[in-house]
Structure formats: C-alpha cells, structure tokens
C-alpha cells in the first residue's frame, strides 16, 4: 500500500506536469529551436530561394561589419527602443495606480486603456496615417481650420521618429498596464494598514511597499518591452515604410527586404542571429541588474 501511495505521488509530482507540458515544449520546438538553429545554419551560407546555396564561412557577419545600412538601422532599432521602452514601462505603471483599486468603474477604464492592445498593428497604423497625414490628415485638417499651419507629421525625420515612439506607447501600454494591475493587486493590504497606522504617506507607501513589491513584474514588463520593441515591424512598415528616406528604417525591416526582396537569405540570417544575440544580451543583463538590486 505504501509503495503504491508513493508510487502514485511520484506520477503527481514529476511525470504529470511533464504530460501538461509536452504539447507546448512539443510546439516550442517545432516552431522556434528547429527555425532558430536552421536560420543559424543558413548564417554560414549564400543562400537564394531560387539559386540555391553554398558554404561561404564566416563571410556574411564579415560583409555585415562594413554594411553601412546595417548600422544605420540597429542605430534607428537602438534609439527606438532606448525612448519606448521607459515610456512604455511609465505610462503602464502610471494608469495602473490609477486604475488598480477593484470598483466597477475602474473596471470600465482598464476596459478602455486595454482596448488598443486588441487591435492589430495593421489597423493600427492604418488609423494613425488616417490622423497624420501630410495633406488629407484628420489632425492637420483641424489645424488649419484654427489658422495653423500643417505639420509634416510622417515625412520629416524628426517628427517621424516621435509619431513612432508615440503611437508604439499608446498602441501597447493597455497589455503592461494589466501586468501591473496584477501585481498591485497581489500586494497583501495587511502592509497598507501597517502603512497607514505609522502615518505613512502616499509617496512613501508608494517608493517602500509597492514599488519593491512590483519589482518582480517590472522585471516581466522590462524584459517584454524590450523584445517586442526590438521586433517592431508590422506597425513601422504601415506609417512611413521606413521613411522619409531610413529615418525610420528599422533592423527587421532590413532582414524582411534583404531575404524576401534581394533573395539573400543567409545575409538576412546573419541580421536576424545579431539581432538575437544582442536582444539576449541586454535580457541577461536586466536579470542580472535585477538580481543584483534584489540582494542590496
């Protein structure tokens, strides 16, 4: 009897999540480790669709060091994600303060700050060329009518880059906001009563108890941020197509153009294998900042 419990506890304890598991790990591994290592494969070679390919080495990441436009856009990735990403994080944090009590009536605002994030990044910019536009824009429309002048809001490279860093805050900071909600609300209110019987205020209950309690999920939202800026496509291609000129030309534009368009695919890979690795890079990094700070 007692081998029998122990036996049965074992298949609880191991062999069952392992069973829960294995459609996902099953999933993972057929669309991301099998595309990871082939794309990794493909870095090595002069591969064409149509012409088929050849072993070359290492030349792909040596022709990447003197490609100017590879440079060009990680600088235009790297500077997009250095302004998204803090904005992106604060604007989420900000709403879910505000938002984060549970009552009826910050349910309806969670509901309308969430509801960006189900839309497309398609429909996305569709709507924001809508408003932007140069000469039929929504927003230059009403401008004129009050006797201003219109705004090159998408084709001057300056105002370019802030309408993208704009709307890729506003297209996204619904899905965070809910990230912090979640941990706001995780926070045990025997710390709040503590907290107000010592006269605390709401700066200091903010800066020593929510705060360091959200750490967790900052991290998680960082991290998310981070990635997702990193793979910005869809809704940079829709608004100004990587212009004017490459203002706005990012490296997951570059690696679409150079595999699909120029039929370069083991170049294309080499971008894609530098992308990941620098996006692993600054990933290991925030952990290791996090952990860090978490054993201060």
């Known amino acids: ?80 994600v250095l302004f998204v990403v803090p904005l992106l994080t604060a604007s989420a944090l900000c709403i879910a303060l505000l938002v984060s009590a549970e009552d009826s009536s910050n349910g309806l605002f969670r509901g309308f700050y969430y509801l960006p994030t189900m839309l497309s990044f398609v429909i996305v910019g569709i709507t924001w060329r809508w408003i932007l536009g140069d000469e039929i824009g929504v927003l230059n429309y009403i401008i004129k009518q009050t006797g201003g002048e219109s705004v090159q809001w998408l084709t001057l490279p300056a105002m370019a880059t802030t309408s993208l860093i704009f709307i890729s805050v506003w297209a996204q900071t619904g899905f965070y906001m809910v990230m912090f909600v979640g941990g706001l609300q995780a926070i045990p209110e025997s710390l709040f009563d503590a907290a107000s019987i010592d006269g605390a205020s709401k700066w200091q209950t903010f800066t020593k108890i929510k705060l360091p309690m959200i750490r967790p999920t900052m991290l998680v939202v960082v991290v998310l941020a981070t990635i997702n800026s990193f793979k910005a496509f869809e809704l940079i291609f829709v608004l100004t197509k990587g212009g004017p000129g490459t203002a706005t030309k990012f490296l997951v534009q570059s690696i679409y153009q150079v595999a699909f368009e120029e039929d370069r695919m083991g170049y294309a890979s080499s971008m894609a294998v530098i992308l990941m690795l620098v996006i692993g890079v600054l990933t290991m990094l925030q952990f290791k900042l996090n952990k860090e700070y978490s054993n201060e």
């Open 1 to 80: 009897m007692a081998n029998r419990k122990k036996g049965a506890s074992s298949f609880h304890q191991t062999r069952a999540p392992l069973f829960f598991l294995a459609p996902n790990l099953l999933i993972f591994f057929i669309f991301i480790i099998i595309p990871a290592v082939s794309g990794l494969r493909m870095s090595f070679y002069e591969w064409s669709i149509l012409g088929g390919h050849s072993f070359t080495g290492i030349s792909n990441y040596q022709a990447l060091i003197g490609d100017a436009m590879f440079w060009k856009t990680l600088g235009n990735t790297l500077r997009f």
